[in-house]
Nanobody, 114 residues
Framework: VQLVESGGGLVQPGGSLRLSCAAS????????MNWYRQAPGKERELVAG????????NYADSVKGRFIISRDNAKNTAYLQMNSLKPEDTAVYYC????????WGQGIQVTVSS
């Protein structure tokens, strides 16, 4: 089982990034997918989630209207489009698959700074 995040990096405030989470080794289309983040000194928090079919999504209040979660079950990949980024979005972002089991990616750094 693998979840591999990509697309992170350094971006200026107001900029955009698109994170990808490539899954392998399990039935991706059966699992809900989530993005979490953890900033230094803070607890890991749920940022966004999407149902197995992609028909239902949910977001943390802090990212509503700025972030969009999506998935492509044919490609076994989940995405997080992050727009209007703020310095407080700086964190390590983790991909999570959840159904019968829960799987985690290794995390990817996103830094929002001028």
């Amino acid at each position: 089982v693998q979840l591999v995040e990509s697309g992170g990096g350094l971006v200026q405030p107001g900029g955009s990034l698109r994170l990808s989470c490539a899954a392998s080794g399990f039935s991706f289309s059966r699992y809900g997918m989530n993005w979490y983040r953890q900033a230094p000194g803070k607890e890991r928090e749920l940022v966004a989630g999407i149902s197995s079919s992609g028909g239902s999504t949910n977001y943390a209040d802090s990212v509503k209207g700025r972030f969009i979660i999506s998935r492509d079950n044919a490609k076994n990949t989940a995405y997080l489009q992050m727009n209007s980024l703020k310095p407080e979005d700086t964190a390590v972002y983790y991909c999570n698959a959840k159904w019968y089991y829960a799987y985690w990616g290794q995390g990817i750094q996103v830094t929002v700074s001028s």
